[in-house]
């Protein structure tokens, strides 16, 4: 074996074939499980303030790669930004989450725009200054949520199990709930095509509440169509950045997600069974689509044995098929340092 040969980075397994390396990164890789962002948070006074200073987030964006062989920095900021930016009063409170003033009134939907782009400018910014830091053979990559995700925080002003509040609104009022779809699907393709000339090598597209919309008429119109449209116009600039798309806990629906979109890779929570993805993927698709995920926060959580033998059952289920070793859903904030070292570790042994 020739042992000079370069390993193929996160990028390269995401638009070929080689199933012998396993990239890895985790979402939520920086965060509050890790001491050294504590501290800077501290610091810095909260979350959102570390969001808006580019060093202190590129800091922040760099802290698990010093300590882990991760493939990818992922560039610190959130994906409620854009309706910050649209001044829908953003704050975080603790042990509770976002809170946004939630949108009532149809003006406030027909006048909807960026106001403080100052809000996202930091974004850019620390995405120049990780680019210089991040050794060439890791991935850089920028995000977004997607515009229907966005839309259930801006209706409902929280995070929420159902959404009621944001379902109610699309049952009572589809047309104006499609045009604030197209409004967010404007902000957040400006938004990730600024990422993109800023260094960003790859982009992830966040459609965390997917389960939401999941009936397959309401999944085409609200979580397919407007993320098509992003992903079209960026190609047309970008025709061959690499795209993710994240529709979590979408079950079924991942299939026609994997169909309709021009994404490189899909990243698929756990809730899901990958064989049967797999199969029907590869029957419908002739596409080299890439998956990324899929084990589960909580195991990582627990760690030991039981950890180790589900990440070589995730490495062995998705060996026929590009794959980016990655979580279902973020780390969570109690999970031990330990158990991400032994994570890593476990992946590279099976590396060919
Ligand atoms: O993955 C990364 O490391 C990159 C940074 C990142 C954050 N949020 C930082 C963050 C990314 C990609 C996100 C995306 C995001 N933000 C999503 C989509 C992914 C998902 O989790 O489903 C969503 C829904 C949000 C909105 C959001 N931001 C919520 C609901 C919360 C509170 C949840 C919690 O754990 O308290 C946040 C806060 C947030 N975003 C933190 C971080 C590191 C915690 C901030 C802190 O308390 O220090």
């Not at 966005?150 to 109610?168: D, R, T």
């Not at 990730?192 to 939401?212: N, P, W």
């Not at 698709?285 to 995730?314: D, F, T, V």
Request: proline letters at 4%.
């Amino acid at each position: 074996m020739d042992k000079v040969k370069k390993k193929p980075s996160l990028i390269e397994v995401l638009k070929n074939n080689n199933n012998n390396n396993i990239p890895v990164w985790l979402m939520r890789q920086a965060g509050r499980y890790l001491p050294e962002y504590r501290e800077l948070r501290k610091n810095a006074g909260s979350f959102l303030n570390l969001c808006m200073n580019a060093k202190l987030a590129a800091e922040v964006t760099m802290q698990p790669l010093r300590r882990f062989d991760l493939d990818a920095a992922i560039i610190f900021s959130d994906i409620l930004t854009i309706p910050m930016a649209c001044n829908r009063n953003l704050k975080f409170v603790e042990n509770e989450g976002p809170r946004l003033k939630p949108i009532e009134k149809e003006r406030e939907i027909l006048e909807l725009k960026i106001t403080n782009f100052e809000y996202l400018e930091p974004v850019y910014e620390s995405l120049g200054i990780v680019k210089k830091q991040l050794k060439a053979d890791k991935a850089l990559i920028g995000f977004a949520g997607a515009p229907f995700t966005i839309a259930a925080y801006m209706i409902e002003g929280k995070g929420s199990v159902n959404f009621s509040k944001c379902v109610s609104f699309f049952y009572a009022n589809e047309k104006l709930f499609l045009l604030l779809l197209d409004k967010l699907e404007n902000f957040i393709t400006n938004h990730l095509i600024k990422q993109i000339e800023a260094g960003a090598e790859v982009i992830q597209i966040f459609e965390s509440h997917a389960k939401v919309a999941l009936d397959e008429n309401k999944f085409k119109l609200f979580c397919i169509d407007p993320v098509n449209k992003i992903i079209n116009k960026i190609r047309k600039i970008y025709p061959d950045i690499s795209i993710i798309g994240f529709p979590r806990n979408a079950a079924k629906s991942y299939l026609e997600y994997g169909k309709s979109l021009n994404v490189d890779c899909i990243s698929i929570d756990q809730n899901i069974n990958i064989e049967w993805l797999i199969k029907n993927l590869k029957m419908t698709n002739n596409r080299n689509l890439c998956l990324q995920g899929n084990l589960a926060p909580e195991i990582l959580l627990e760690g030991g044995e039981k950890m180790i033998a589900s990440i070589n059952n995730i490495i062995d289920v998705f060996s026929s098929i590009n794959h980016i070793f990655n979580l279902g859903h973020g780390v969570i904030k109690e999970t031990p340092v330990e158990n991400i070292e032994l994570l890593i570790k476990t992946i590279r042994s099976r590396e060919k």
